[in-house]
């Protein structure tokens, strides 16, 4: 089983599910050939901004044991969040204040930003 994960900005989030199934189409057939066992490609592709694809759940449901989509997208918009405090602290040279981190919050364009103030 091969899980490639994604965090796509909003233009390539349709080509990245193809992608990615497309990156190991000659591994999974490989794969069966040399080792007799099944093998499976699944893409998980969650937005920048916590969205995730239609075909998501059903892609999670390969996977063995539980898996929470809210869980992922929170992950998706922790990291972005994270790019977003490097680039801008590497810009401005400042620590963030709480004004700061309400200017990351409203880039991103998330509801739940008390999450992210240090």
């Given at each position: 089983m091969?899980?490639?994960?994604?965090?796509?900005?909003?233009?390539?989030?349709?080509?990245?599910?193809?992608?990615?199934?497309?990156?190991?189409?000659?591994?999974?057939?490989?794969?069966?050939?040399?080792?007799?066992?099944?093998?499976?490609?699944?893409?998980?592709?969650?937005?920048?901004?916590?969205?995730?694809?239609?075909?998501?759940?059903?892609?999670?449901?390969n996977?063995?044991?539980?898996?929470?989509?809210?869980?992922?997208?929170?992950?998706?918009?922790?990291?972005t969040?994270?790019?977003?405090?490097?680039?801008?602290?590497?810009?401005y040279?400042?620590?963030?204040?709480?004004?700061?981190?309400?200017?990351?919050?409203?880039?991103?364009?998330?509801?739940?930003?008390?999450?992210?103030?240090?």
């Amino acid at each position: 089983m091969f899980i490639d994960v994604a965090i796509p900005g909003d233009r390539n989030v349709i080509k990245k599910d193809g992608e990615k199934i497309l990156k190991y189409i000659d591994l999974k057939t490989e794969i069966p050939c040399i080792w007799n066992v099944k093998a499976k490609v699944i893409p998980v592709i969650i937005w920048v901004n916590g969205t995730s694809s239609k075909l998501l759940r059903q892609y999670l449901s390969n996977i063995p044991g539980k898996h929470e989509i809210k869980a992922l997208q929170t992950t998706a918009i922790l990291g972005t969040m994270h790019i977003l405090r490097k680039v801008l602290m590497s810009k401005y040279k400042t620590c963030f204040t709480g004004e700061i981190t309400l200017q990351v919050a409203k880039i991103a364009n998330t509801e739940q930003r008390q999450h992210y103030i240090p």
